[in-house]
């Protein structure tokens, strides 16, 4: 198993950025891809960004995709989702995810999961 700690979430005005940060302990680090995912209330948990093991590769959902950049230092078991331009559709709770599998979309392919973090955005 690898445990997830989130963190960097807060209140920002429309227009902000934050940047949330995702510290993972456990099995190795490097063997998995992670992801961001994020649920709004009364929504579904949805797919944010996904990056594979090297770093080299990424994948973003539309709704982000040009604001939102994930990263990943594996010398320091972190992954980062630096959010630019924040818009209030965009307030979440944002969830860390590994796998061993390969990642990708969608939220049954991960099997380990962060606590979340708070991403609220003013309008």
């Known amino acids: 198993q690898v445990q997830l700690v989130e963190s960097g979430g807060g209140l920002v005005q429309a227009g902000g950025s934050l940047r949330l940060s995702c510290a993972a302990s456990g099995r190795t680090f490097v063997n998995n891809a992670m992801a961001w995912f994020r649920q709004a209330p009364g929504k579904e948990r949805e797919f944010v960004a996904v990056?594979?093991?090297?770093?080299?590769?990424?994948f973003y959902a539309d709704s982000v995709k040009g604001r939102f950049t994930i990263s990943r230092d594996n010398a320091k078991n972190t992954v980062y989702l630096q959010m630019n331009s924040l818009k209030p559709e965009d307030t979440a709770v944002y969830y860390c995810a590994a796998t061993l599998a390969g990642g990708g979309t969608s939220r049954w392919s991960y099997d380990q999961w962060g606590q979340g973090t708070q991403v609220t955005v003013s309008s």
């Open positions: 990056i594979g093991w090297s770093g080299g590769s990424t």
